[in-house]
């Protein structure tokens, strides 16, 4: 079973920040937060991850609470290409063998 | 873009039958998973293959197999196929050494019908 919880949707206006909340409360300390987004009936595509520090790439932005037991994903400028299904995953990190547990996502819903 | 091409994109097989789908990884990777999408659910992992070895499995029965080439491309094949098996084969692949892994890479997905 996946370890995070979403919520089911969010909606979002074009132009304006997409905060996107997950909740890990049993996230074990050696467990990495992964981000993935899914346009309908494409593959996944990865966002960014981390551990316990905030990131920032060309795509989104990270931020994770000092307990490590809730984090938000950061979309700061959504355009109507970001409509999609957002999946929050923890893992070990890059473990062999350690799959990739999706649970149900939030689908994001961005509107002009 | 993530270089990890799947094939074909979409096929139709009758139930009873056997099914062969393609992966080749993104270029410089070494680990290949598996994972099965079903109509409104989050992709469920399969298999993973590390050096042409299975080193991780889900909860799929032993009809659902693999291969990793030495060219780390791979394939998952399906005999007897259910009904159930209708769903969206996705592969991802990565990089491991030492036990580490980089982040997965997804392909585009086979859409599977099984009638």
């Known amino acids: 079973d996946a370890k995070t919880t979403q919520p089911p949707s969010m909606d979002c206006a074009e132009g304006r920040a997409a905060n996107l909340p997950c909740n890990h409360s049993?996230?074990?300390?050696?467990?990495?937060v992964y981000w993935y987004r899914q346009i309908h009936s494409q593959g996944p595509q990865y966002i960014i991850h981390g551990l316990k520090n905030n990131e920032t790439n060309e795509m989104a932005s990270l931020i994770i609470t000092e307990d490590r037991k809730s984090s938000t994903l950061i979309l700061p400028h959504a355009t109507l290409r970001d409509t999609a299904v957002y999946y929050c995953i923890v893992r070990v990190a890059n473990q062999a063998g350690t799959a990739l547990i999706f649970g149900k996502g939030t689908t994001l819903s961005v509107s002009s | 873009e993530t270089g990890v091409t799947q094939s074909p994109t979409h096929l139709i097989k009758t139930r009873g039958q056997q099914v062969t789908l393609r992966c080749s990884s993104q270029?410089?990777?070494?680990?290949v998973s598996w994972y099965q999408q079903a109509l409104g659910q989050g992709p469920q992992f399969i298999f993973q293959?590390?050096?042409?070895?299975?080193?991780g499995r889900g909860n799929f029965p032993p009809r659902f197999s693999g291969l990793q080439f030495p060219n780390y491309s791979s394939e998952l094949n399906v005999n007897a196929l259910e009904l159930d098996d209708s769903a969206l084969y996705l592969c991802?692949?990565?990089f491991g050494t030492g036990g580490r892994h980089t982040e997965a890479f997804f392909g585009q997905g086979t859409r599977l019908t099984v009638v």
């Open positions: 293959y590390y050096r042409e070895e299975e080193n």
């Open positions: 049993t996230i074990s300390g050696n467990e990495y």
């Open positions: 991802a692949s990565s």
């Open positions: 270029s410089g990777h070494n680990t």
